[in-house]
């Protein structure tokens, strides 16, 4: 018998099963490397010609200053100024700084109500400008009001909106008349004004600012519930009463993304300060991210009125919150013709 340390040699029938396991033939490998450099040369290929072709698809100082003196030289007030892409925030250098832009991601989504005319600046040829999704979100009420006018790389078109509202009323713009308040069980507590803001006694204040919630920038009244059963409460005297009340509040900054024991919902509504009577609503469970609306009909109200904007939260960490209450007036009508075109 063998010994244990002797190990019988491998017969030759064992040759061709041992080579199959060594690895891929020599020529597939060459073929596998030769398709790696072919697939890195095209892609080296495609960037040079993306880097050398981009400069064509950008327009120069001189086509955004051209842009931006035709709609100095025909803007009417409320008019506003949409970007597409959305990203192409060199435009708003160029345009008057009393005309609104609005530049953000989903901004072709937004109905601009306040505005009744918008000024287009496309630069459709641009990578990944995405023209046909935007031209369906845009396109709805929206008529265009005479020709596109193009400067180098940019196509300008002015806009009729038909989604226009007029706005009678904001609590943002009318802030430093209001009467700001910490309303809880224990009573009342007022805020003082510094000119700027409502400040109260527990470090909550209330203040006309800009804030950006989900990438979108807006002009709002900046609160912060004081925790508890206790409500933030904003009084307005001298609302104008129209067709509709809009509001609309979401959080600032990261605070939509925080969450455990300590963050809890956010709500907020308006009352008829004469009668108590809840007008809107809404709100805001922990984890949303977009701002919440509710609007109604102003039935019932008188032509001027006071109203009640309250923010409240059984906890007060992270619900520091962009509201905006706005009354808005009926649809303007219509003039035969060329309506909102520029004289």
């Known amino acids: 018998m063998p010994s244990p340390e002797e190990r019988p040699a491998p017969s030759h029938a064992e040759g061709p099963a041992l080579s199959q396991v060594e690895g ?12 790696e450099l072919g697939l890195l040369g095209t892609g080296g290929l495609l960037a040079l010609a993306f880097h050398f072709t981009l400069p064509s698809k950008l327009p120069d100082e001189a086509d955004y200053r051209r842009a931006g003196e035709e709609i100095a030289s025909a803007a009417q007030p409320g008019d506003a100024v949409l970007l597409h892409p959305w990203w192409t925030e060199r435009a708003r250098l160029f345009v008057p700084e009393s005309v609104e832009v609005a530049g953000y991601l989903g901004s072709e989504q937004d109905p601009l109500t306040a505005h009744p005319r918008i ?18 979100a845009f ?11 193009r400067f180098g790389t940019i196509e300008l078109t002015l806009y009729r909106n038909d989604r226009h509202r007029p706005v009678l009323f904001s609590a ?24 700027r803001s409502h400040r109260c006694p527990n470090g909550v204040s209330a203040a006309t600012e800009i804030h950006e919630v989900v990438f979108r920038p807006h002009r709002c009244v900046y609160l912060r519930p004081p925790g508890g059963d206790a409500r933030t409460v904003v009084e307005l005297p001298g609302v104008r ?4 009340l809009a509001l609309e509040g ?6 939509p993304s925080w969450k455990g024991p300590n963050i809890t919902p956010l709500r907020l509504g308006v009352e008829d ?12 469970p922990v984890g949303l991210e977009q701002p919440v609306h509710a609007e109604a009909p102003a039935a019932g109200l008188p032509q001027t009125a006071t109203l009640r904007l309250w923010v409240q939260s059984d906890s007060a960490e992270a619900r520091e919150t962009c509201v905006e209450l706005v009354s808005y007036g009926p649809p303007p009508a219509l003039a035969q013709g060329n309506p909102g075109a520029s004289p």
């Open 273 to 284: 300060a004469s009668t108590g009577r809840t007008l809107l609503q809404a709100t805001a």
């Open 139 to 149: 396109s709805p009420g929206r008529a265009k009001l005479g020709e596109t006018k």
């Open 241 to 244: 009463v129209g067709e509709k």
């Open 250 to 255: 979401g959080l600032v900054w990261d605070r």
């Open 24 to 35: 891929p033939a020599p020529s597939l490998v060459r073929g596998l490397r030769l398709g």
């Open 119 to 136: 000024w287009l600046i496309s630069q459709r040829r641009l990578p990944r400008a995405a023209t046909s999704d935007f031209e369906r």
């Open 172 to 195: 943002a713009g009318g802030l430093a008349s209001a009467r700001v308040y910490i309303d809880g069980p224990g009573g009342r507590a007022d805020c003082s004004f510094d000119g």
